[in-house]
Structures are given as structure tokens and as C-alpha cells.
């Protein structure tokens, strides 16, 4: 029978964790990855002794980027105009240059982002953290999950699926607009004699169950989960009231925008669970894929659909950053910005034609961290001349999980789960902690 795994393994740098996921894939040639070479090689051919592999199957001639980079902060960090109010907080960004990606199909590198492997059935990170780290709230979820308002990922809820884990590990979904959690509360008012006796009632009915059929993970998340509502009923109203904000923080999220204020209220939500005990908060940044895109996906227009989803975003996230560096938050919390892979730096287009688009890419892409003591306006590895390969200090999605669990005090290769005859864990067999930081 698996144990409840004992942490921390060493000292952990930070205890709790806001994941940013940009659904779609960012272009980090038009936003954390100069490449002025780029510039130079405007209207031109790749040149390579290999074929680009790409999901669309058509290579255009290079494109320059889209927006100026310039040099941020006392650190000098790299940040392009796409994302001026990030751009500010510059030195408070550790970015990853070199990721790379095994697919440059959405579904599957959306799962393998987050759970490590590219099929379905896996617990995702959040799922790990909740059974490694445990909870340190008894009135609200471990995991919390903040879709994007206009769609789910790809993938949809196996973003945030306990795979072979109990069940009570899955993430439990907040919403940033209305009712917070769904159903949390009866459609009709009940009196409190006659809901004290519903839930005895409903608890006896559990046991009785439970008696008769032996351990059922499913029956014994669900009885779980009706007593965690329970506590919620009174916890939730207070937890998620972004309306008691100042309007000094409200303004500073950009909720008096309209363009940024959905994710503003979702930010504001994940520090607001953070301060109270919520271990991970994922919040996605694009949803639905399909005609018009709600996403990161720019194939026919990079200008037109970065320049849409960066505005929802760059202030919120960079507001959340100043947020918890003066509430004093930052150092034991760790944010992650991370996207499923990135762009070509060649355009999707006919091979003699410089197209406004940009295909999926899987070799070479951008993501970052900050607090969790980690070193701030720093870049980790990097690409090629164009930004299409990364060729230094590579960096999978197994190191970086092995990375991000190191900085929460857990060894992944001790962090296990036996199933199915396999020690599972979240890194597979692979994985090395990136230690220059």
C-alpha cells in the first residue's frame, strides 16, 4: 500500500506555487529570447542541415520580430515591448531560454507541460505537490485551478486530473467571475437543524457503504470532498472576496480595465488562496481552440493575437509579482510562466513568402520563474542564431519538474507512487535538477 510520502527531503527554497499556463504557444522570439540575428536574416531562408519538422507543413522565409526588445532592470534582462508592465519587474525573472518540448501537438504537450508525459491518465504537477506536500488548510482544496473564462485547454480537465493518485488530489476548480466553486451551494436555503441532519444522515449512509464494500478511493474522495464543502460553505465567501480589495490593489491588477480584468480577478483570487493556506494555484491564460483563436495560437496573425492576449495578462501578472514582494510572499512562493512550446521563427507560409504567422515549435522556447529564492533577471541557456533550436544547457520538461520539486524540498526520484507494477513519478526515469539558478 503506498505511504504518504514524508517532506520535506532537504530544505525547500519555497512551500506553495501560482502556475501561469499560456495555452496556445508563446513565440519567445517576440518576447524573452532576442535574437538580432533574426533582424539580419529578415526575408530569408533558413539555413540548416535538417528539414524543419512542422505542424502545419509549411516553412516560410525568417521573420524578424515583431515587437523591440530592450534591455530591462539592473540586471539588463532581455524583454520585448510585447509585455511592457512585465518588462518592470524584469529583475525578478529567472528565464529558461533552452526548453524543449516532444510534440509540437497542442493536446499532448499541453499534458506533457503538465504532468510529464504525453498521453492522457498522469498526474498533473499540482496533483504531486498536493500528495507529496499535504495541506495546509483544512478549509480549503490543496489544488485550486483557475480556467481561462472563455474556454477550457486542450485537454480540458486532465489538466488537472489525479491520474493513479487519490482521487482527492485532483485540482478543484475556481472560477474568477460568479459563483466561485460550483454547487457549493443548495438552490434553496435550507435551515441549519435541517442541514446539520442531512449531512449525519449523508455521513452514516458513507460509513454504511464504506463497511460493506471495503476501501473505495472514489467513495472515500467523494465523503471527502462533502466535508470539505462543508467547511468551504463558510471559508469560500472570504477567501474569494476580490471585491474587499483596496482600490489601490484592485487599479494596480488592471481590474478598472476591461481588457485585463477577468485575469486581473484571477490573480488577485490565486494570492488571496496562497495567504490562506492553498498549496498550488494554476491559472490558465487561453482556452478554446478552433475560428476565432482564444489563445496563444498565432498561425495566420502574431501581431493581432499576441498583442490580444498579452494586454489581458501583462499587467495582472506583473502586478501579482509586486503583490507578493511587498506583502513579503515572495521568497517562499514560486510562480511559474510557462506555454505548451513556442514559435518558428520562420513564418507559415508558402517557402518564398515572408507570412504573418508562426508555426508550433517544439525545439526551442522560452519559459520563467521568480521568487523561491531563485536568481532573479537571470537567462538560463539559450537557442540558435534565429531562436528556432535550443543548443545550450537544454532543458526538458523533466528537468524542469525535477527543478521546480527541488525548490519545494522534494527529491523527485523519492517522490513515488507505485501502480500498475511501476514506481511512478512525476519525472518518469529522467530528469536533472537545473542547478545553475
Not at 535574437?35 to 526575408?43: A, D
Not at 534582462?77 to 497542442?106: C, K, Q, Y
Not at 501578472?317 to 503583490?323: F, I, P, Q, S, T
Request: aromatic share 8%; with cysteine.
Amino acid at each position: 500500500e503506498n505511504a504518504v510520502p514524508s517532506w520535506p527531503h532537504h530544505r525547500p527554497l519555497a512551500t506553495r506555487v501560482i502556475h501561469i499556463c499560456l495555452c496556445g504557444g508563446l513565440s519567445q522570439v517576440d518576447s524573452f529570447d532576442y535574437k538580432p540575428e533574426l533582424q539580419r536574416h529578415h526575408g530569408r531562408s533558413l539555413v540548416s542541415d535538417e528539414k524543419p519538422d512542422v505542424f502545419s507543413g509549411k516553412v516560410g522565409l525568417l521573420r524578424k520580430n515583431d515587437w523591440e526588445f530592450r534591455q530591462r532592470g539592473q540586471s539588463g534582462l532581455w524583454v520585448s515591448d510585447l509585455f511592457p508592465h512585465l518588462a518592470t519587474v524584469a529583475d525578478e525573472l529567472t528565464v529558461i531560454r533552452s526548453m524543449g518540448a516532444e510534440t509540437s501537438n497542442h493536446t499532448p504537450a499541453t499534458f506533457q507541460q503538465n504532468t510529464g508525459f504525453r498521453l492522457n491518465g498522469f498526474p498533473t504537477a499540482g496533483a504531486w505537490l498536493s500528495f507529496g506536500m499535504g495541506s495546509e488548510s483544512e478549509e480549503l482544496p490543496s489544488y485550486v485551478v483557475i480556467p481561462d473564462s472563455r474556454g477550457q485547454p486542450a485537454g480540458d480537465s486532465i489538466n488537472w486530473s489525479n491520474g493513479f493518485l487519490p482521487a482527492h488530489h485532483q485540482g478543484t476548480v475556481f472560477h474568477s467571475q460568479g459563483n466561485p466553486v460550483n454547487d457549493l451551494f443548495p438552490a434553496r436555503k435550507l435551515s441549519t437543524r435541517t442541514e446539520a441532519a442531512s449531512r449525519q444522515l449523508l455521513a452514516k449512509l458513507n460509513r454504511s457503504h464504506l463497511e460493506r464494500s471495503g476501501r473505495d478511493d472514489d467513495l472515500e474522495a467523494r465523503i471527502r470532498s462533502y466535508q470539505l464543502a462543508a467547511k468551504m460553505q463558510m471559508s469560500i465567501p472570504e477567501a474569494t472576496g476580490v471585491d474587499s480589495e483596496t482600490e489601490a490593489t484592485r487599479i494596480m491588477y488592471g481590474l478598472d480595465r476591461e481588457e485585463c480584468r477577468d485575469f486581473g480577478r484571477s490573480c488577485i483570487l490565486a494570492r488571496r488562496l496562497l495567504e490562506r493556506g492553498v498549496r498550488f494555484v494554476q491559472l490558465f491564460s487561453g482556452g478554446a481552440f478552433g475560428s476565432p483563436r482564444i489563445n496563444w495560437d498565432g498561425h495566420e496573425d502574431m501581431i493581432r493575437n499576441h498583442n490580444g492576449e498579452a494586454v489581458r495578462i501583462d499587467q495582472p501578472v506583473a502586478a501579482l509579482l509586486k503583490d507578493l514582494r511587498q506583502r513579503g510572499l515572495m521568497d517562499d512562493t514560486l510562480v511559474m510562466f510557462t506555454s505548451e512550446f513556442g514559435r518558428t521563427p520562420f513564418t507559415e507560409s508558402a517557402a518564398d513568402v515572408v507570412g504573418k504567422g508562426r508555426d508550433h515549435n517544439q525545439y526551442g522556447f522560452s519559459v520563467w520563474l521568480a521568487g523561491g529564492g531563485l536568481r532573479g533577471g537571470y537567462a538560463h541557456g539559450s537557442t540558435d542564431e534565429v531562436g528556432w533550436k535550443s543548443v545550450e544547457d537544454i532543458v526538458t520538461w523533466h528537468d524542469f519538474h525535477a527543478t521546480v520539486l527541488h525548490i519545494l524540498g522534494i527529491d523527485h526520484e523519492r517522490l513515488t507512487f507505485y501502480h500498475n507494477g511501476i514506481e511512478r513519478r512525476l519525472t518518469n526515469v529522467h530528469g536533472h535538477v537545473v542547478q545553475d539558478r
